[in-house]
């Protein structure tokens, strides 16, 4: 059978991630800001929400990649899932942004239960959506191509979010009607583009053996070192993602001066074309040189970028500070589909290793990981706000306005440049792959975490 895709499943898998996307987009870039500026919490308490929900991750979504593992339908392993999740994924997004309560308690009661109900909705999508690229094709090339298809379809929904609704919100004096008003409508949106995702897409990498135990799992992924290397990679990355992404709203706004709706929208609009254009720079770099350098080097620069842009841009340059938020998002986002589709590869590397397949425990896990690293820059971001002395409430200061800087590119550049140094330890690129299936042993494999000879 052809592993070829055609467009339209292509298109079909691209669209179940513009959907996954508007959840992480708006968890990232919009929540926080909502739960600061429109609830009343205080930076700290909206940190902390987002790490309670991933911790409550730490269970659901291991538990989501164990049942994938376990349960076949006609229509395969994950795209039934698909469609019994489309739906309460989207009422839980107009959830997200509502209110309720008049005490603080009850406030912050109703936004951490809502946001535990988005994160439980989008985990029974998520897993079985980030384990599709595994059995839709076999061929390495073929999943980096379907995924330069799914990263710029996302960072459509990203723009769409990331400018729609911060225009929105600005329009009238209701922002909390606002907010909810968007949501239903990007709600129902996903809905319908999850299930166009889930009735066009096919499952035909079957694999036959039975479902191992989760014990047999869990020490098949204590062996697996390239899963390891990928996992904590995963987590410092989108530590540093959400750092940037909670405070970028914050920063166009005090910092950058970006003074109304239509410049906030034009500032937030850059990190989504940015990474609409990163994966499309991966894309073609990845032709002619190993995408795991090519992941490793960008996030070097990316560093660079972030400094660069700290170092270039003064308080009220809202064209500087749009002009590199878009470098800097290109630079960022080079990495995306070579991560995504290492993922698999790190699994079936495991497989060839250890005799054990630890794919859903594998999926799920990772799917923790990403949204572990999100929850602990919750609490980050919450406490270094605090530290400079940012408050919800009235004008901030000349040292709260000046932190924003720091916190939105200098904290960032940290955490990728240590993502650049873990993946120094991951060796799988597509010659080694294809090798290694072709095979079914191990190339030149000496132990765990071995760099990358230079």
């Not at 739906?87 to 942004?97: C, D, H, K, N, R």
């Not at 190993?290 to 990316?302: I, L, P």
């Not at 799917?367 to 706000?385: E, N, R």
């Amino acid at each position: 059978m052809s592993s070829r895709l055609s467009v339209l499943e292509k298109s079909a898998y691209g669209a179940g991630d513009m959907a996954l996307t508007i959840s992480i987009i708006s968890a990232s870039i919009l929540i926080y800001a909502f739960l600061v500026q429109v609830v009343g919490l205080t930076p700290v308490d909206a940190g902390w929400i987002l790490m309670i929900v991933r911790t409550i991750d730490a269970v659901s979504d291991p538990l989501m990649g164990i049942l994938t593992s376990k349960f076949r339908t006609r229509l395969g392993r994950y795209r039934h899932w698909l469609i019994i999740g489309a739906l309460p994924f989207g009422v839980s997004l107009w959830l997200l942004f509502t209110t309720f309560g008049q005490t603080y308690g009850e406030k912050m009661a109703w936004s951490t239960g809502v946001y535990i109900f988005n994160s439980l909705s989008f985990t029974v999508l998520a897993i079985p959506y980030i384990s599709l690229i595994g059995v839709i094709t076999s061929d390495p090339q073929e999943r980096l191509n379907a995924n330069a298809f799914r990263f710029p379809m996302a960072k459509v929904a990203t723009l769409i979010v990331s400018t729609f609704v911060p225009w929105w919100v600005t329009q009238g004096s209701d922002p909390r009607s606002n907010y909810a008003m968007a949501f239903a409508v990007v709600g129902a949106v996903s809905v319908a583009i999850m299930l166009f995702c889930a009735f066009n897409v096919k499952e035909r990498v079957m694999k036959t053996q039975a479902a191992e135990p989760l014990a047999r799992q869990i020490k098949g992924l204590v062996r697996n070192d390239q899963w390891q290397v990928i996992s904590l990679a995963m987590i410092v990355l989108f530590i540093g993602f959400l750092v940037n992404g909670s405070v970028a709203i914050l920063y166009g706004k005090e910092f950058a001066g970006a003074s109304d709706g239509f410049g906030i929208a034009l500032f937030m609009s850059m990190g989504s074309i940015g990474g609409i254009l990163g994966p499309l720079v991966s894309t073609w770099l990845t032709r002619f040189y190993c995408k795991v350098k090519v992941f490793r080097y960008s996030m070097y620069a990316s560093a660079l970028m972030s400094v660069l842009a700290w170092w270039m841009v003064g308080k009220g340059d809202i064209y500087g500070a749009t002009i590199f938020y878009l470098l800097c998002s290109i630079v960022s986002q080079i990495n995306t589909p070579i991560l995504w589709s290492s993922i698999t590869e790190a699994s079936d590397y495991g497989l060839c290793k250890t005799g054990i397949d630890a794919s859903g425990l594998a999926i799920g896990m990772i799917s923790f990981c990403q949204k572990l690293g999100m929850g602990i820059a919750g609490p980050i971001t919450g406490y270094l706000l605090a530290w400079v002395g940012y408050t919800s409430l009235g004008a901030q200061s000349v040292e709260a306005v000046a932190g924003l800087s720091w916190i939105m590119l200098l904290v960032p550049a940290c955490f990728y440049l240590l993502t650049g140094f873990i993946m120094r330890y991951y060796f799988i690129n597509n010659t080694y792959y294809s090798q290694m299936m072709s095979s079914g042993v191990l190339q030149e494999i000496d132990g765990p975490l071995k760099p990358e000879a230079e």
